[in-house]
């Protein structure tokens, strides 16, 4: 009997290795798998098709012979799993990871060899053809990015990953580097032939350390397959800031991660000042299947407007059944948190949802008809990012959430820009003033170095007006998008649940 049991960080975090040597003890073949992104569930077992989860060494007995309570019928037809659209994340839970045999079975390097037998150009004609965008944050179309570091000047390109995956409920790019770590190296492989690069960086951090392991063991794995190209994996120090690109190539140099200005933009000057692609996990990681035969028109096919294809959400927090749903853009928040979440793990109502890691906005259940879409989610103020949904019941303080996204700017500022550095500082302490109430008091019809002037305090409405300005400078005045996003939850919590700041 095959057992087949996965070795991703969170199941193993929850035993899953004491379970699988449970198994093996009891006379079972175990393989260790990909998960199948159902996180309540694990450690989740499966025995001929059949799931179990979440389990433990103590249900081994009742699993082999079948009398399990913990039986969640066919993993692949339960209500989670079923009505999902996995294309990036289609052998989750399926293969094992480090199985270059699983890997060719199911489809891998079949993209690669459709490309290598094409020229750049025309693999950067499908790419722009199946309209995938960047899964990263600003959602920049691929094949824009690609088309120009293919036709900039220079002797030496580079493709790099930025895998330094760093927002709050955010877990989709770990999982597929620790579950199909192949193909990954395999969207790599096809964009540096496309754009002309010799070599390709891999840039995560070292919080993940199955990660690191899995994608270089494969990377060694798969060395002769996509030769002549030099792919490597270099670790990250945690910097939140080292997620932004320019931060990322400055780490990968050596260097402090500091935000670059731009222009030059990294396409034309990135890595060692050669032209440079920088994507996302998601990005390359869906670049394989496009390139397969037929794949780009299949992708172009799903998703609405200008968000085509499909998006690996996360749904994490304060939520029943958390885990990843991969599916067409278009789905509604209300589908993501209630149908397919269950709602709240504590049985209350939900109050929030953030979107797009910790400078996402914060989404009231008013809005929860809200489109999975970029365009729909910037005319209401908000961020896609990197997918990542998090919710929080009614017991949730806005107002102290708002302050957080504040001072974790704080915290996390690089330094290079003014309104990021100070802006988050003095962000904080306007907070803390609003909601403690505090009279501060300002010069009146005077300049502030004149100490004489006569003195009066300010009002509430004052210090929330001074904020939404503080808000506005950040916004369009930071270097990037930590400086630049950090009052999208800020300026949500105090418009939705203004009685929080109070």
Known sequence: MIVRISDDSLALALGADALASGFEAAGATVERVSSWGM?????????????????????????????????????????????QQRLTFARAGKTRPLSLEDYEATGGWSGLRRAQAMSGEAVIAEVTQSGLRGRGGAGFPAGIKWN???????????????????????????????????????????????????????????????????????????????APLHMEVREGAGAYVCGEETSLLNSIEGKRGVVRAKPPLPALEGLFGCPTVVNNVLTIAAIPHILSEGGAAEYAALGVDRSLGTKPIQLAGNIKHGGLYETAFGISLHDLVYTIGGGTASGRPV?????????????????????????????????????????????????????????????ESCGKCTPCRIGSTRGVELLDRIRVGAKVLDPVGALPQMHNAPKVARTA?????????????????????????????????????????Q
């Open 39 to 83: 996180h309540w569930l694990e450690p989740l077992v499966e025995v001929d098709g059949i799931g179990y989860g979440p389990a433990t060494v103590d249900d081994v007995s009742a699993i082999l012979d079948g009398t399990s309570a913990l039986n969640i019928g066919p993993i692949a037809d339960h209500p989670f799993i079923k009505p």
């Open 148 to 226: 120009t570091v293919a036709k900039a000047p220079g002797g030496r390109k580079y493709v790099v990953c930025n895998a330094d995956e760093g927002d709050s409920g955010t877990f989709a790019d770990r999982m597929l580097m620790e579950g199909d770590p192949f193909q990954l190296i395999e969207g790599l492989a096809i964009c540096a032939h496309a754009v002309g690069a010799q070599t390709a960086y891999i840039y995560t951090r070292s919080e993940y350390p199955h990660a690191i392991a899995k994608l270089r063991a494969a990377i060694d794995l798969a060395a002769a397959i996509i």
């Open 351 to 411: 109050k929030a949802v953030q979107v797009g890691g910790p400078l996402g906005a914060y989404i009231p259940p008013a809005q929860f008809d809200l489109p999975f879409d970029y365009e729909a989610y910037a005319r209401a103020d908000a961020l896609i990012g990197h997918g990542g949904v998090v919710v929080v019941d009614d017991s949730a303080d806005m107002g102290r959430l708002a302050r957080f996204a504040m001072e974790f700017c704080a915290v």
């Open 461 to 501: 409405d004052q210090d929330i007006a001074l904020l939404e300005e503080l808000c506005e400078t950040m916004k369009f005045g930071s270097l990037c998008a930590l400086g630049g996003f950090t009052p999208y939850p800020v300026l949500s919590a105090l418009r939705h649940w203004p009685e929080d700041f």
